[in-house]
Every structure is written in C-alpha cells, then in structure tokens.
C-alpha cells in the first residue's frame, strides 16, 4: 500500500486497480486509516474521489445516542436505516434515559419484544412454505390496547385509529372502510401461484374482523386483497426481519409475496431497510436450495411445494423495483436465481442493475456471471479492463461461455486487447491463452494473426473444439500441421474439426483423397453436413472427384447416403448411373436435402409415384415432392384432393418451378370448367389453401378477384415483401394497380392511408396512378419509400415529382437539408437533374451517408432480389462534385483511401488511381478488387499499382492472385501467361470473372494447358468446372475433344454461366451432350435436362430446338433463353411454342430477341408475358396461333378465388 500512496510514476494506476479489485480493503487501508495529508497533490485528489464512492450514503439519523424528545418518526427512521441501533443505542440504559418520560413505556415494550399469548386467538398453523407465523395478536396488543403507544404513533400514522378502532371500543363497521377507500377499486389480480394466494400467516391474528369487513367491502371477499394491510406492518419489518429471533426468513418472503399489487409504500423504506429486504429473500432462496432447513417439518400438502420459480414469480415486480435504487450483493444473489425463461426481461433488468454500479468489482462480476449471457455488448463494453485481470472472472467468463452470443465473446475479447492489461498479443503467457480459449475465436483476425506458433502449439488440443471461424482455423492450421512427418490420417485424426479447413493440397500432402468411404473422406462430409465445409468449394469438388472416379454403382446404398450433403453437387449424370435400389434406398437422406430441381423431377420419374398415393406419403417425400410432373396433378380427380396437394407443394422450401405453377392454374382452370355437383360447396375445401397460391394467382385474374382477395394478398405482401419479388414485374404491377383500385377508385386522391395499406405495393404503380397522390403527402411518405423496391416506371415518375415545388423544388436550388431528405431516392433523379445539384450540397460527409444507404439497401434481402438499375452515369453525377476539379484550371485531385472508401473506386479516373499514394491503394485494395463498375483504363491503372507493390505478375503468390480477382483483366496478355496457373484455386478464380477479351480468354486457357501439360481430351469435370468463362477461349476443333462423360458432370455449373463462347462454339458444347456418355439425343430429354445443363441450352441446332414440346421448352432456364442469338431465337421457336413460356420466361426474352422476331410471335410473347391477358394493344385479335381461349370459363376461376379470399 505504501507504494499506493507514494510519488511513483504509476501510483494513480495501483489506487484505481486496488479500489476495483478490492473495495472492502481499500475503505480500510486508506480511506479510514491514512491521513489525506500524506499524499501528494494529485493523490489526494484521487483517493478523496475513490473514497467518496465506497462510503457510506449520508444518513438522517443522528449519530450517537438519539435526540430529545424522540419522536415516533425518528424512532423508526432509524430503527429501518440501522439494525443494530435497535439494541446498541435505544435499548441500551443511556438510550431509554434520553427518551422522554412520554415515550418511555412504549419504547421500552418495543425494546422487550411481544409477549406471545396463544390464548389470545386462534392457534397458528404451518404456512405454505412451512414457516412458523409468529403471533399477530401481541400486535393489537401493543399497539391498540396500550394508551401511551397509541397516542404517541397516531399523529403520524392517522390510519392506525381506523386499526384500532374496534379493539378500543369504537363502532361495529368494519376497519378497513376508512383504510381503504381512497384505493379502491383498483385491485389487480395476483398470480396462479399458491404463495400468491395465501397471505402472509402472521396476519392471522388481525383477520379476525374479517367476516363483518366482506358484507362492506365486497372486493375483500378473497384474502388475496389483504396485502393492504401491510401498511400497517412497515414498521415490523425492519433489518431485525432477516434475524432468527425475529419473524423468520419466510415471514420477509411472503410479505413480498403481496407486493406486486402495491409497491408504493416502499418508498418510506429507508436504504438499509430495502438492503435488508434485499439480503432476507437472497438467504431465503440460498437455503431453499438445500434440504429441509433445521425447524422446519417436512411435508406432503401441496400447499408446501412451492418453488423458487413461483417465489420470485410472485414478488418479481417488488425486486425490479429494489434493485434499480440498491447497490447490493444480494440484489445480484437473487437477481441470478430468476429462471432464465424470458430472455429479453433478464438483459433488461440486467441493464438496470448494472447502472447501479458504475464501477463493477470483479467480486460484483463474479456474482453476476450467470447473466452475462443476457447483457447487451454496450453494457460488456462499459467492464473496466481491470476486471479481466482477475482469475476468478476469467474463470466466470469461461464457465458461462456456452450461453453467450458471438456478439458477446467478440466484445470481452476486443477488451482483452487493452495494452495495459495484458500487453502485445504475442507476450501473453500459456496460462492466459487457456484462460481466454472461449474468446480466442473471437479476436479480431489481425489480432489472432500475431500468435506464435510456440503459443499455438501450447494449446494444441484445445484447438478443436474451440469453434475457429475460416481465417482463424487456418493461422492454427499454418503452425500445427506438418506435411513432412509420415502419418498424415493420424494428424487429420487429431485435427478434429479443424481438419473442415484444410485445403486440397495440405490434404494431397497428409493423405490423399482417394476412398468414397474413408475416414478422412467421412470426417469431410460431415463438415459439409454441418455447414463448415462449402459444398462449392475446392475441397467439396475434390470429394466429389472421388465419388466419380469410383463411381456410385460399387458403394452400397447406406454409404451413398452419407454423400447426401453434396448431392446437389453431383448433377443428373451421376444419378443416371445409381441403380434403382439404391436410388431407393437413398430416397429418405434426400427428402430433406436442397436437391435441385432437376434432380427432383428425375428422382420423381424413377420412384414412379403410384396415383393413388396418400397426401401423408406425399407430405413423407420432402423436397423431392417438388419433382412432381404435370401428369401426376392431372390424375387427381376430386377438387378436395387436387386443392391439398397444392398447399403441400407450396409449402416447400425449394418453392414451385414454373412449368409446375403453370401446370397447376391449367387444372385448376380445367376442373373448374367441369359440371360437378360439388361446385357450389367448395368453400370449405378451400378455406385451407395456402395464401402464397392467391398472390401467384395469374395475370389475367387480377380484373375478377373479389376485393377480400386482393386485400389478402396486400396483407401478405406488407408481411413478407421478398414474395411480392418472387413476381414478374407485370405481376407486380397489376397486383398494385388492382389494390389501389379497391382502395381508391379512379379520380380520387391517394391519401395517407391508402399509401400505408400499399405497403411495398406503391413501388409498382404506374405513372398515371402515382400522379393521383397528393405532393404533400408524397413527401411525408419518402422516408418509407427509401426501403421499398421501386420498379422503373414509379422510380422515374418520382425522381420527376422530387424535382417540383410542392416537394423539394428545383435540384439547382437544393441544399444539404434536401439531400439528406431524399437520401437514396436521389438517384431516381435523371442524369441531367443531378448534375444540377449545387455541390455544396454534396459534401464528402453527405456524399459517403448517402452511397452508404443505396450499398445497404442493394446488399439487404430485399435488395437483391429487387435487382439495381444501372446507376453508374448517376453515380458518376452525384461524386462529380468531389472527384473532379473545382475549376478547369486546375489539375485532378489525387484520392487517398478514405476519399475511395467516402465514394467508390470507379468514381474515379485511370489517372487519379495511377497517382494514388502505394500506400493508400493498399489499404482500398480489396474495394478496387470488388468494384464491378472498374472500365479497362481503371484496371489496367489499378494492375499497375498492385505490380508497384507486389512485383512482376511471375512472381504473384496464389493468395495474391486471389485477392486481386477482377482486377487481373488489367494484366497484358504477356503477363497473364507468366502467371502460375496451376494451383486449381487460382484456375478457378480466373474462370468465374466474367468480362475477358477473347485474346485474353485464349492466353489463359492455353497458359494453363500448357503449364499443366495436359492435352483438353484429360480435361477432367474438376477442370472444365475451375476454368468457366475461360473455356470459351478453346477454339471449335478444341472443344470437340472434351470427354462428353466429364462435360455432362459439368454442365450443371457450365450452365450457370453466361458464357460469351460463338454460336459455333455453343454448338459444340451442346453437341457433347448428346454424344455418348452424355445425355443422348435431344427429342429424349426431359425438362429437368434443360433445367440442368442452363445456358448450354443455347448451342442446341435449329431443328432440334424446333421440335420441342411444351414440356421440355418449360424447363429452359431464363438465362439459357436470353443468350439464344436473336436470329436463331427468331427462327426456331414458333408463335405457338413461343405462347407456350412460362411467364418468368417469357420476361427473360431480351430487346433484341424480340427485335427479330415476327408481330405474330411478338404477341405470342407478350400474351406469355401476360400469362393469357392480352396486353391493350392486343385486346380485339383472335388467337390466331391456336391458343386456347381463357375467358369463358373466367367466372368460374373467379370464384374460385373469391371462395379463397373470404375463407383463408
């Protein structure tokens, strides 16, 4: 302690540390026994501030022996705030002495204690929890039968002559009228709990006036209403409660037990009464714990069974309320004994108490730790450092580990770093590794990169079951795997989990993959089924290397099953090739298995579903019910049938493909149409069906939905948004239209509400339905629209509406304030308008707010399925201000990183990137690589500086080549063959950038073949899929050479691609499909081979793709009918094979597609797009194509759907 108090440098630091670790030491040490005067000046300050803190609360209860004349309130007054005054200074012979002769007789009976007299009233029974009622009777006694006590207490308790009235002789009425009265009837009901319904047993003895009280005051009839009457007890129930020789534990437990309805008298309590209340309950529940407590009679009533849960249950509103006001160990004591069943309430309470102690003792934290698990991170972020630096709250922190959030583990391990707690990363000892191995994980990754080897292999087996993230796992693995010792399976082995994060060359090195059901290969497929492993990544697709060359046919079908997690890797090929028992036997792994769709119809083909299946055993197949074909829906005769099998199959999570959603509206349609008896009730059949069916209800029954429907599909939407995605835009937007229209009729204004009812629904109204919306009330609803997806046509109309008077005004005269107003809806302004903006509108700070809403927003779920419109010209506009020069004469400023981070890279020229500072490119180097907006210039600019600070392209690590990604469509063609290519990951990442040339495309699949010495015919399914855009570079004579069994294996990731490969090298790719080995020829495809081989799609021949039918056209992707060159699209599909596209993919057709085609096919396309509603250009033709004719029957679908809209 000298050294505390002395002139060292860190004596500040010593007195802050000894008072946080050490309070009750630290107010004996120096608060009582040291002179102030012997510090120095700085000191002094100090230790008068620490000192104040530990204390004792200032009191108004005069020191020494207590003052004359004593008056009742002081009395009690200090009686609550001190226990021991009651025997020390009052009852003692000087304290009697100083009473005056007035007060003598009742102070003196208070000081002897009660005198029980059993005789007095009923005798007392055991209570609910088996304590023992002490006798009221002694109260009425000393109180009301004894002239001088009542004299001297009523003045300042006036409700004691109500008490008291009838024992002293007063009239026949009842008590607690006067007592009362002024709170009733407020009396709300108490809990279920049987402590809650019993009063407390000592009231016993005043209750005998009770059956003349029920007639008078009938709210009284249940002695639960009794807590009232612990007013009159205040006194009773001081410090000497919590004492054996007073009423006992129980008698504090079930006094709180009447709190709940009525907490305000606490109030009177003085601070040391609540703590002693505090430390009553926390004893009470410490002993309840344990057996029978000494005195106490077991027994079987169930009247005594009461658990802690019901106890605290019960007063848990009275110990909110103490322990917000108390500093106290026992408000933690029994603040940790509250069951953790409400998670919220404990954080909450837990927030509370701690802004009772500013500054937490590790002792305090000790006792809290059973709620660390519930505080929120700011609340851990307020710990002093200090406290880490206690072994027993390490120990604390690591027993409650399991319970806490990552969150949580991320914020006490962010304090760990503090430098003067424990130092530099690389300094700290084993023993404090083992101590914080729970929060390790959770360093930031620079942090846990400084870790030595030496202190890795510390903890080498406690490794494994850390729960390492990716980076973290793979700093462990660079120290502890050792590649050049000979049993390598052992090391795996050992690794455990760690063993996930291997890579595919520090497994070739252990022990090459090589069994389908090895141990090493079994351990990876459980990390793969447990989510650690990426199913897309390298060493999945080294798994499934594995499983191909082996082939599936030698595994039995239990072992296949345990490939169950990477079978949507595998594709149609592999499963063509599983014989029927063991596609069967396989069958129950898969059901709850993401397979794709084409897997799923296949696997339906083959389990060759009876028609007569039960909806139980359909329900029974999981995901693979999805396969179901359109033929299997056509069997099922009755409505009720065919209406359950459709809400099972759009409660999938896989969702409804949209050959099988068009399937199901044609039958729905079909059976509506058929005269069955059953017509007229098929309300109660469809009362049951999914709500996601009536939002895809098709286009064309938008105008004949009764208004019920419409509003419960707007009620879904507002729910759910990511499902009013899922639509076309057209859906959309005849949704939208629909809704207003049942909200807001034609020539009326759209009000507020309205707006609040449309939800999501207001981005897709038309241009003449926005302008119905009144300016002013379009401005209070901009803060809502910046979450909203907002389709094109309302995007623009907004952007002209933000520009006029009534909302923002001119964009020339705007300020920061109107900006900031429209936040990301800025850009729904065009070009020319943001440019207009004056740039002192557009301030750096503004700027990086207002780009960091529209990154949120596009990075949301929302977002993304929204899909961005190209701002770039926009974006260009609104930084122009900041990346451009303030005048012509000026030369172009030069950014730093956070200039880049405040904007976006493609912001900025080739120029102003070569100039960058190396330093500063380094640190944005990751923003340059994931810039897609990058033009050739700005690459080819950021590839200089990433030379400048790596070297040549020879000499790039495949990390680096990695890190850099896009930007290596800088790289000349030179440079990009002097990269290393074959390291599989670096393949890979070059194959899945999309924006080569066509010469670079060609230097980098050559480079590859030529660096691996491989010829294209050993291109195996792993190559062909690593090297992706890239495989466009090999010419036509080339491509014919690919194994066809290897490039079907592929397709299913070839297919994902938009390959920009010729038509002639299109045709190619198609053509190894229908060679041997792949799929044979085309007129044998089902749909789900168009679904698997995607873009691919796209080579078929002419003649092939116009011999095909509805079924097999259906499962073209999307994407695979958008990259079909225009003029073939425009030759090989007919008007009537053109009407026959599913909706999605009829909106897939691109501009130019539909440029080439013929006006007959062009409406194919559109009634497709429509999904049967002409568009009004074409209301008035006929079908001229042979189409069926959708509006005869359109009243029965109608109401259909009204029986749906009013009945789910």
């Not at 090391?491 to 060359?505: D, H, I, T, Y």
């Not at 690590?957 to 990695?962: A, D, G, N, T, V």
């Not at 792949?1078 to 003649?1103: K, Q, R």
């Not at 073939?1128 to 597609?1153: D, I, N, R």
Request: proline share 9%; net charge negative; charged share 15%.
């Amino acid at each position: 302690m000298w050294y505390a108090v002395s002139w060292a440098p860190g004596a500040q630091g010593w007195l802050q540390a000894c008072h946080d670790q050490f309070p009750d030491q630290f107010l004996e040490a120096i608060c009582s026994n040291l002179s102030f005067s012997a510090l120095s000046g700085p000191n002094r300050r100090l230790v008068k501030q620490l000192c104040a803190g530990l204390l004792p609360p200032p009191t108004n209860c005069p020191e020494g022996l207590p003052p004359a004349p004593l008056t009742p309130e002081v009395f009690w007054g200090c009686f609550l705030e001190n226990e021991t005054l009651w025997a020390e200074r009052l009852c003692g012979e000087a304290g009697l002495q100083a009473v005056p002769p007035s007060n003598q007789a009742w102070v003196q009976h208070v000081c002897q204690g009660p005198t029980p007299d059993v005789t007095a009233f009923p005798p007392c029974h055991v209570g609910p929890c088996g304590e023992r009622c002490p006798d009221g009777g002694s109260f009425l006694m000393m109180v009301c039968a004894n002239d001088t006590m009542y004299e001297a207490l009523v003045p300042f308790w006036p409700w004691l002559a109500g008490q008291c009235r009838i024992s002293r002789g007063g009239n026949d009425t009842c008590f607690l009228e006067g007592l009362l009265g002024p709170l009733l009837p407020s009396l709300p009901p108490l809990g279920p709990s049987p402590l809650c319904l019993a009063p407390a047993p000592f009231l016993l003895g005043m209750l005998s006036q009770l059956p003349r009280c029920q007639s008078s005051v009938p709210a009284l009839a249940h002695s639960t209403r009794l807590h009232y009457l612990l007013r009159l007890l205040t006194f009773l129930l001081g410090p000497g409660a919590g004492g054996t020789e007073a009423q006992g534990m129980l008698g504090q437990a079930l006094m709180l037990s009447s709190l709940p309805d009525n907490c305000s008298f606490w109030d009177a309590f003085r601070p040391e009464g609540r703590r002693s209340v505090l430390r009553t309950v926390g004893e009470y529940l410490e002993r309840e714990e344990q057996l029978t407590p000494p005195g106490f009679e077991p027994t079987a009533s169930p009247s005594s069974g009461i658990t802690k849960m019901e106890l605290l249950a019960c007063f848990s509103p009275v110990l909110w309320d103490l322990l917000q006001r108390e500093k106290s160990v026992w408000a933690l004591q029994i603040l940790v004994q509250v069951p953790p069943s409400e998670e919220q309430a404990l954080g909450r309470l837990t927030a509370l108490l701690l802004q009772r102690y500013p500054r937490l003792t590790s002792q305090l934290f000790i006792d809290l730790s059973p709620l660390i698990p519930f505080l929120a991170v700011s609340d851990l972020m307020r710990f002093p450092p200090s406290l880490l630096a206690n072994d027993s709250v390490l120990a604390a922190i690591r027993d409650y580990s399991p319970g806490m959030r990552p969150e949580q583990k991320e914020a006490l391990a962010k304090r760990l770093l503090a430098p003067e707690l424990f130092g530099e990363v690389p300094a700290w000892s084993q023993e404090l590794l083992w101590a914080v191995l729970p929060l390790l994980p959770h360093l930031p990754l620079e942090n846990f990169l400084q870790l030595s080897p030496h202190q890795i292999q510390a903890l080498e087996d406690s490794w494994p079951a850390a729960g390492l993230g990716p980076g973290h796992a793979r700093h462990v693995l660079r120290s502890l795997v050792n590649q050049s010792v000979q049993d390598g399976e052992e090391q795996v082995r050992r690794l455990g989990p760690l063993a996930c994060f291997l890579s595919p060359e520090e497994l070739q090195s252990l022990v090459p993959l090589s069994d389908p059901m090895g141990p090493v290969e079994r351990g990876l497929l459980e990390c793969a089924a447990n989510g650690t492993l990426s199913p897309q990544g390298r060493v999945a697709y080294e798994l499934l290397g594995v499983l191909r060359s082996s082939g599936g046919a030698v595994l039995s079908p239990l072992e296949l099953r345990v490939w169950a997690p990477l079978f949507p890797q595998l594709g149609l090929r592999f499963l063509q090739e599983l014989s029927e028992p063991q596609l069967r036997a396989m069958l129950p792994a898969l059901q709850g298995t993401s397979v794709t769709p084409a897997q799923a119809q296949f696997l339906w083909k083959k389990m060759q579903v009876p028609t007569n299946l039960t909806l139980r055993n359909l329900q029974a197949l999981g995901t693979l019910a999805g396969g179901m074909s359109c033929e299997f829906l056509q069997q099922i005769n009755l409505m009720a049938d065919f209406l359950e099998v459709v809400h099972m199959i759009y409660q999938l999570p896989t969702g409804v493909r949209g050959s099988l959603r068009a399937c199901i509206w044609a039958e729905l349609q079909r059976k509506m149409t058929m005269p069955e008896p059953e017509l007229a009730t098929l309300g109660s059949e469809l009362s049951g069906l999914d709500t996601k069916l009536l939002l895809d209800s098709p286009i064309y029954l938008m105008d004949r939905l009764s208004n019920e429907s419409i509003m419960l599909m707007v009620e879904l939407v507002r729910r759910a948004p990511e499902q009013l995605l899922a639509l076309t835009p057209l859906h959309r937007v005849a949704l939208a239209e629909r809704a207003l229209q049942n909200l807001a009729p034609k020539e009326t204004t759209v009000s507020r509400e309205v707006l609040e009812t449309l939800g999501p629904l207001v981005g897709f109204l038309g241009i003449e339905s926005t302008r119905r919306i009144p300016l002013p009330i379009l401005l209070a609803h901009l803060n809502q629209l910046q979450g909203f997806c907002l389709g094109e046509p309302f995007a623009t109309e907004l952007g002209w509406l933000l520009s006029q008077e009534p909302i923002l005004g001119k964009p020339e005269l705007w300020s920061e304030g109107e900006v900031e107003q429209a936040g990301r809806l800025v850009l729904t302004l065009s070009t020319e308008a943001i440019s207009l903006i004056p740039r002192e509108a557009l301030g750096p700070e503004t700027l990086e707010r207002l780009l960091e809403k529209q990154q949120s927003w596009e990075q949301s779920r929302v977002g993304q399925l929204c899909g961005t419109p190209q701002l770039a010209p926009k974006k260009a506009a609104l930084v122009a201000g900041v990346v451009r020069p303030t005048a012509e004469d000026l030369s172009e400023p030069v950014p730093n990183c956070a200039d880049v981070r405040g904007t976006f890279p493609a912001a900025w020229s080739a120029t102003q990137i070569a100039e960058m500072e190396l330093s500063d490119f380094e640190d944005c180097l990751a923003l340059f690589a994931g810039d897609p907006g990058l033009g050739p210039e700005e690459l080819r600019a950021a590839m200089g500086k990433a030379k400048q600070l790596w070297g040549p392209p020879r000499g790039f690590r495949p990390e680096q080549i990695l890190q850099l990604s896009r930007l290596l469509i800088g790289l000349g063609e030179r440079e990009l063959q002097e990269l290393i290519l074959v390291d599989w990951g670096v393949l890979s990442t070059l194959g899945q950038i999309d924006g080569w040339s066509s010469i670079q495309l060609r230097v980098v699949v050559s480079s590859f073949l030529r660096q691996s010495g491989r010829h294209v015919s050993h291109l195996d399914f792993l190559h062909l899929t690593a090297l992706g855009y890239t495989l466009c570079g090999l010419r036509p004579e080339e491509l014919q050479h690919i194994s066809s069994w290897e490039f079907s294996q592929a397709a299913l990731f070839l297919g994902n691609l938009h390959l920009q490969c010729s038509e002639e090298q299109l045709e190619v790719l198609a053509q190894l499909l229908v060679l041997p080995g792949g799929f044979g020829p085309v007129s044998n495809w089902g749909p789900e081979i168009f679904t698997e081989i995607g873009t691919i799609a796209a080579g078929i021949p002419d003649l092939a793709l116009s011999a095909l039918l509805q079924e097999q056209i259906q499962g073209l992707t999307p994407l695979a009918i958008s990259v079909i060159p225009a003029p073939k699209f425009a030759v090989v599909f007919s008007p009537t094979q053109l009407s026959s596209l599913t909706s999605v993919q009829a909106m897939a057709v691109t501009p130019e597609q539909m440029a080439f085609l013929s006006p007959e096919q062009r409406r194919a396309v559109v009634w497709a797009q429509h999904e049967g509603k002409e568009s009004p250009e074409q209301q008035g033709r006929s079908t001229a194509w042979g189409l069926q004719d959708w509006s005869q029957p359109s009243w029965a679908m109608a109401l259909t759907i009204c029986f749906l809209g009013n009945l789910i």
